[in-house]
């Protein structure tokens, strides 16, 4: 069913409500001999709509790179299923791979060999020609170093050839695990506003990562996992909103009048730091701003009491209370669940 | 298929080490040319046991770069960056196995025919070629591309360690210690059992006589069949354990 048109190379194209992810049930345990059994997933549920930037975030250990690691077919699950471009199984992932550009983890290149050399060895493959190479051996700011063995590049420039390999295939779906890793912030600006032009283009881009300012600012719709499962997924908008009230902030002069004004109108709100913090949703400002002028009370600050991804991430993820985890946490302690892959 | 055999082929010999090892063995052919010349004078009717007698090196030549063509990319983790371009594991390991093994070959040729080159550069100028006539020519042929074939046996048993191990290091580890214990243990604790040991198949295809090795009652063809089904019983082993076992490097 069509959804939306978005332009991609100059062409419109149609973008269904057709899942390009699917996980279902998905769950990867590992077993080691000295540390026994490790869950990565543990029943992971995934759903990511063709088109946009989809945020996968998750704190380290969460099961991010195994999530991604299975959809690409590089590790098997051992339990539920999980469908990349409608492929299920590891024989169906060959027929859509050349429509999947990845990167998982620091990507993994010859350091002996040139920049371009690396990206016209994985071109042969797939029968991509050297020009494309140069092309986007230029989109990914390299051109200059291009001829350079990979072992004297930085990290941050690794990583854009990295995503330069990804993008080699002008991919419908593109799967970046943490590719702002390593990058200055130049570097960061770059990479979020190339994946913000290549979700625009109609491509799906699945990025994990745990820069969340980054994802918030890039991505239309994000999923949080939090020790294998999914904690939240849904619209930017709906994962910072859900579960709490939506409300404005607002300041007039007279703060004890402002407060019983809107009280005495029925609205829910309360005075504090100077603020009076308003139970209502955002779409409702008139009333409020409505409601203090009819008093002769005239507003000097009226604002949405917006939260950030970063305070619902950790929130969404933070360990259950009494665990070692969460007692460690305020030493920065990483979670103990799983083991990042 | 064939544009990712391409590609490991480009691959291989595109790889430092397999460059620099072969420059240092063409540096080390020429110098020794070189002494030969100023020291002796060389009769080229012996070019055939020369063969033999540094068919040593290309073996171990041969397992090094068979084990390190694949475990190098364990190491570096490129594995996982091919999987996602050809997620179609057994044409890897095949592409990758079949490049390593037909490379050793062609570069133990060519190594040969450098040797070969300069100790008749020798042979013409300071020394001898009397009795190098069509029967040496083939002997000769015969012995170095028996020479190479164990070469890339060998390359093959390298490689099928190496990708099971996923590690060069465990490579050459497990063939030393195979070589330099268990076979000898073999041979002092049941001598029956040597017809199974990879040395002796070995030193028999590359003699070429099987009256010099009595023990193994086993002709030239049977020996190098022998080591031709351990290199495969290994790759095939390593292509099973590639297909199934989950890439997390």
């Known amino acids: 069913m069509p959804a939306t048109v978005r332009e991609r190379n100059g062409e419109p194209k149609v973008l269904t409500t057709m899942a390009v992810i699917e996980t279902e049930g998905l769950r990867k345990e590992y077993r080691r001999a000295r540390r026994g059994k490790t869950v990565a997933l543990d029943g992971l549920d995934l759903s990511v709509p063709e088109g946009g930037v989809f945020g996968f975030l998750g704190p380290n250990g969460a099961g991010k790179t195994t999530t991604i690691r299975c959809l690409l077919g590089l590790i098997r699950p051992s339990s539920g299923r999980c469908a990349l471009l409608g492929s299920q199984r590891h024989v169906e992932i060959a027929g859509v791979i050349g429509r999947v550009g990845s990167i998982v983890e620091t990507p993994a290149l010859y350091p002996r060999f040139s920049g371009r050399r690396n990206l016209e060895l994985l071109g042969r493959i797939a029968g991509i020609g050297r020009s494309r190479v140069a092309e986007v051996l230029h989109q990914v700011g390299l051109a200059d170093r291009a001829d350079d063995l990979v072992k004297t590049y930085s990290l941050g420039m690794r990583q854009r050839l990295g995503i330069g390999a990804a993008l080699l295939k002008d991919p419908e779906l593109l799967i970046l695990d943490e590719p702002a890793n390593g990058l200055d912030p130049a570097g960061i600006v770059e990479v979020r506003d190339l994946i913000r032009r290549l979700g625009g283009e109609g491509r799906t881009v699945f990025v994990s990562s745990h820069i969340l300012s980054e994802v918030q600012q890039t991505a239309d719709r994000v999923a949080i996992l939090s020790r294998g499962r999914a904690v939240a997924a849904g619209p930017v908008d709906e994962v910072l909103s859900a579960g709490r009230v939506a409300g404005m902030i607002a300041k007039v002069d007279d703060m004890p009048a402002g407060l019983r004004a809107l009280q005495e109108a029925g609205i829910r709100a309360e005075a504090t730091d100077g603020l009076l913090h308003v139970e209502l949703p955002p779409g409702e400002a008139a009333h409020v701003t409505r409601t203090l002028a009819d008093r002769g009370l005239y507003l000097t600050e009226l604002r949405p009491d917006a939260v950030d991804l970063e305070t619902v991430f950790l929130e969404l993820t933070a360990p259950p209370p009494g665990t070692e985890a969460a007692s460690m946490r305020g030493a920065d302690a990483a979670p103990t669940h799983g083991t990042e892959t | ?249």
Not at chain 2, 10 to 15: C, M, V
Not at chain 2, 28 to 51: C, E, K, M, N, R
Not at chain 2, 124 to 139: H, N
């Open chain 2, 1 to 249: 298929m064939s544009a990712l055999l391409a590609t490991e082929f480009l691959r291989f010999w595109s790889r430092r080490l397999v460059r620099v090892v072969a420059a240092l063995v063409i540096l080390g052919i020429v110098v020794a040319g070189v002494i030969v010349f100023a020291t002796q004078s060389y009769d080229l009717a012996s070019l055939p046991d020369v063969f033999l007698g540094t068919s040593f090196v290309f073996v171990i030549l041969g397992w090094l770069f068979g084990a390190s063509s694949v475990g190098a990319e364990w190491h570096a983790g490129t594995v996982t960056t091919l999987l996602t371009w050809e997620p179609r594991r057994t044409r890897v390991i095949v592409a990758k196995a079949t490049a390593a093994v037909v490379s050793v070959f062609v570069l133990t040729v060519l190594l040969q025919l450098v040797l070969g080159g300069v100790l008749a550069v020798d042979a013409a100028t300071q020394g001898s070629t009397a009795g190098t006539d069509g029967a040496w020519a083939a002997e000769a042929a015969a012995v170095g591309l028996r020479v190479a074939l164990v070469s890339c046996i060998f390359a093959g048993v390298g490689f099928g360690i190496a990708s099971i191990g996923r590690n060069t290091a465990a490579a050459l580890g497990v063939g030393f210690g195979y070589i330099v214990i268990v076979e000898n243990l073999v041979r002092g604790l049941r001598p029956a059992w040597a017809p199974w040991l990879l040395t002796e198949n070995a030193g028999l295809f590359l003699i070429g006589d099987p009256a010099d090795f009595p023990n193994l009652d086993r002709s030239v063809v049977e020996a190098g069949i022998y080591l031709a089904a351990v290199a495969t019983l290994l790759l095939v082993a390593a292509a099973a354990q590639f297909r199934v076992r989950d890439v997390t490097v």
